[in-house]
């Protein structure tokens, strides 16, 4: 049990799956798990133990942005010996051939600061994810026949931006879309030698305006989570 995970030991996976929004995960748990286990509920940031093919899995909610992801992300390396973990969740589509409904598998994650990034100073730490978790997700995500592209994305450590001329330049440098939580967890998993993925659901886009009507959410996101799982255990 830690501050902000009231599971015992043992009631954590060594995969976890982490959206960012509690119910997403109670509603990926009761969706997708077998004998689905609340597991945590301390400040409403549910998590739920269950089983999806044989394998044991965690779904745990991790909250919005960067710093409350390193929260739950830290607790779960050092005191569950959390092995992998995929965040899944929505993103703001930023090229003009990303589509609303369209699926994004995060190879890097751009960012202008997280709360690793006073450990490095002056350098400019590239966070990536797992080869061998993105390989497994491009291949899931084809055999389903998900459109998906696979790149850089932009982890913000603001939902309402005021910068125009920075989503510009992520555009112009051919940034696939935005969120607010991948960077910290490439980053905490390249310290602590685990695994990591981001596995997103275009819900909205920042060029044209268009938005995942929330009666459409849960189907689209059901890729994101197959996909997400099937990569884990391939």
């Known amino acids: 049990m830690t501050v902000h995970i009231g599971a015992s030991a043992g009631d954590i996976a060594e ?4 959206p960012g929004d509690p119910y997403r995960a109670k509603w990926a748990a009761e969706t997708f798990l077998e004998d689905a286990k609340l597991v945590n509920e ?30 739950y992300a830290n607790e779960l390396i050092s005191e569950y010996n959390a092995q992998t973990l995929i ?41 990536t994810a797992s080869y061998d978790l993105l390989a497994a997700a491009v291949r899931a995500a084809e055999s389903r026949g998900t459109p998906t592209h696979v790149g850089g994305i ?8 005021e910068r125009p001329d920075l989503d510009e330049q992520m555009v112009r440098h051919g940034i696939l879309g935005v969120e607010m939580e991948a960077a910290e967890l490439y980053t905490l998993a390249a310290r602590h030698g685990r695994r990591a993925l981001a596995v997103l659901t275009v819900s909205d886009h920042l060029q044209t305006g268009e938005a995942l009507p929330s ?10 989570v197959e996909i997400a799982l099937e990569a884990a255990f391939t």
């Open 42 to 71: 301390v400040r409403g940031m549910l998590g739920f133990t269950g089983m999806w093919r044989g394998n044991r899995v965690t779904i745990q909610g991790s909250g919005m942005g960067m710093p409350s992801l390193s929260i």
């Open 215 to 224: 009666e459409d959410r849960e189907k689209t996101f059901g890729d994101m």
């Open 154 to 161: 932009y982890s913000s450590d603001v939902f309402y931006a």
């Open 87 to 127: 965040r899944i969740g929505s993103c703001g589509g930023m090229q003009s051939h990303v589509k609303v409904r369209d699926v994004i598998i995060a190879m890097s994650a751009t960012t202008i600061t997280s709360p690793s990034s006073g450990i490095f100073r002056e350098v400019n730490f590239a966070p």
């Open 15 to 18: 995969t976890v799956l982490m």
